[in-house]
T-cell receptor, first 116, second 114 residues
Framework: AQSVTQLDSHVSVSEGTPVLLRCNYS??????LFWYVQHPNKGLQLLLK??????LVKGINGFEAEFKKSETSFHLTKPSAHMSDAAEYFC??????????????FGTGTRLQVTL | DAMVIQNPRYQVTQFGKPVTLSCSQT?????MYWYQQKSSQAPKLLFH???????NEADTPDNFQSRRPNTSFCFLDIRSPGLGDAAMYLC?????????????FGPGTRLTVL
């Protein structure tokens, strides 16, 4: 079975400083990994995805993540936080397509707070 | 722009009164999913359709049903909403393609049960 652990339930940074949201995964196979962002009362927006191509993945809004197999990690980073980045972030692993659709396993989420 | 649309964005219903939530997509994807997300929790998959084939999760209560009349539309029916069913309901779609299957989410419908 696959699982995802988001190591911080809440992260607070100042505007203009770097962001690091940590995610570790467990998978028996080469996983597909995603980061989604959810702003208050909104749906989930795909930030970026890793699907066994380049290990450093660039996403939208200046975010990127690096897949490290040896550490089973997929941490999300951004060089400089903006107020609009304040949201809930979910790290997600996709199960092997054994059925008719892909099934996602979600982490518990990290709430990012950005202060002035 | 191709997208996933959910209506209404906010729905208020009374305890025990049936309610239907709607999802439509312009992505022409084969698969449509319904998730339930309670406050401060991760989304939980209720069921999905692959084309017309319905796939229920083992722990989804019988109170939740779904219909997919065509490729573009999918409905979530809650037959007798309880207070515990108050949540955000998210619709998502994906095209079944090995190695590149990404789910795209709609904005969600927030359901309040009085």
């Amino acid at each position: 079975a696959q699982s995802v652990t988001q190591l911080d339930s809440h992260v607070s940074v100042s505007e203009g400083t770097p962001v690091l949201l940590r995610c570790n995964y467990s998978s028996s196979y080469s996983p597909s990994l995603f980061w989604y962002v959810q702003h208050p009362n909104k749906g989930l927006q795909l930030l970026l995805k890793y699907t066994s191509a380049a290990t450093l993945v660039k996403g939208i809004n200046g975010f990127e993540a690096e897949f490290k197999k040896s550490e089973t990690s997929f941490h999300l980073t951004k060089p400089s936080a903006h107020m609009s980045d304040a949201a809930e972030y979910f790290c997600v692993v996709r199960e092997i397509n054994t059925g008719t659709a892909s099934k996602l396993t979600f982490g518990t989420g990290t709430r990012l707070q950005v202060t002035l | 722009d191709a997208m996933v649309i959910q209506n209404p964005r906010y729905q208020v219903t009374q305890f025990g009164k049936p309610v239907t939530l709607s999802c439509s997509q312009t992505l022409n994807h084969n698969v449509m999913y319904w998730y339930q997300q309670k406050s401060s929790q991760a989304p939980k998959l209720l069921f999905h359709y692959y084309d017309k084939d319905f796939n229920n999760e083992a722990d989804t209560p019988d109170n939740f049903q779904s219909r997919r009349p065509n490729t573009s539309f999918c409905f979530l029916d809650i037959r007798s909403p309880g207070l515990g069913d108050a949540a955000m309901y998210l619709c998502a779609t994906s095209r079944r393609a090995s190695g590149t299957d990404t789910q795209y989410f709609g904005p969600g419908t927030r359901l309040t049960v009085l």
